[in-house]
């Protein structure tokens, strides 16, 4: 088994992509980037240099995935978010450094979005349209708004909690306070 890549799309040859992923129209897969098994990188989707993508990961079109981000297996990221990668931009500065960004594993980042570089975005967290996300967002964080912030926390299904700590959608039980 291979990947597919449209005829559009531009993927280095030293790209490693895994079995089963599809790059689709106009997309960039730039050298050194590593993509996982089963995703989907959609329409317009910019993967920069030395990027590692997990497994199972859905891109939707528009999203740019730049140098010193590490996304992890079964996340989404939704249409048009993006992520930054120098805290202090010039565009004359030739001395600038990549701060890293950490997004674990199942987490969903909602459409034009925004992840200001060195953040780690938590396991199954939430990040609703089009916040901005400053700092460290925590495992299973339903978080929006600019700058980001906690409004509750979701269950690994993606639905949100009750004050007990039950997803309303299927059930399962979490201790509040050992998340947060």
């Known amino acids: 088994m291979a ?27 730039r050298e050194n980037a590593k993509i996982g098994s089963n995703c989907i990188i959609s329409k317009n989707v910019y993967i920069d240099s ?14 740019n995935v730049y140098h010193g981000v590490t996304v992890e297996d079964d996340v989404f990221l939704g249409p048009s978010m993006t992520f930054t990668n120098d ?8 001395n600038w450094k990549v701060t890293e960004t950490l997004v674990k594993k199942g987490a969903s980042i909602g459409a034009n979005c925004t992840i200001v570089c060195g953040s780690t975005i ?13 700092k460290d967002v925590p495992s299973h964080a339903l978080m929006v708004g600019n700058p980001a912030h906690q409004i509750g926390w979701v269950c690994k299904c993606g639905f949100k909690l009750d004050e007990n700590g039950t997803c309303v959608e ?3 039980k979490y201790n509040l306070k050992e998340l947060g």
């Open 3 to 29: 990947f597919f890549a449209h005829e559009t799309a531009e993927v280095s040859d030293k790209a490693i992509i895994g079995d089963g992923t599809k790059i689709w129209n106009h997309a960039q897969v």
């Open 50 to 63: 030395d990027v590692s993508i997990g497994s199972g990961v859905k891109i939707q079109n528009n999203v």
């Open 87 to 94: 805290m202090f931009p010039r565009a004359f500065s030739t």
């Open 122 to 134: 938590g396991e199954y967290a939430t990040i609703g349209s089009g916040s901005v996300v400053t």
């Open 170 to 172: 299927c059930g399962e």
